[in-house]
């Protein structure tokens, strides 16, 4: 937990921002830029530009907008490669964090309901 306390972004506010699409949890567009604190169109610029990094990113059917994208973490870890500021490094590393503790809260939940049982 101390590293997490060096985290330019809580992990905490990151989860947050972590949605279940299709059944893979990913995170939209606007709110990773909003993370790295840049424009989301100047995001989706960067991918578009490098495309062949982005297989994994995937229109999200959300009603309200026609072009918001969705990103696995394969995707976001992609994004360190792109987005190289000192800022989308420490980024990149909380949303990681993010991700392995929602996996172990996930696990945790799962061996609690099977000792339950």
């Known amino acids: 937990m101390g590293e997490d306390n060096k985290l330019v972004i809580p992990v905490e506010r990151v989860q947050q ?13 606007r ?27 995937i229109p999200s059917d959300l009603k309200f907008s026609k072009n918001v994208y969705s990103f696995t973490q394969e995707g976001i870890a ?16 909380a949303i990681m964090h993010a991700f392995v503790r929602l996996r ?8 609690l309901a099977r000792k339950l049982d």
């Open 78 to 93: 992609m994004l360190s490669g792109v987005l190289r500021s000192p800022r989308a490094i420490q980024v990149n590393i």
């Open 17 to 29: 921002v972590i949605y279940l699409i299709r059944g893979q949890k990913v995170m939209l567009d």
């Open 31 to 57: 709110d990773l830029a909003q993370l790295y604190g840049v424009e989301t169109r100047i995001l989706n610029q960067a991918v578009r530009r490098n495309a062949e990094r982005f297989p994994l990113v």
């Open 104 to 111: 172990e809260e996930m696990a945790g939940s799962k061996e």
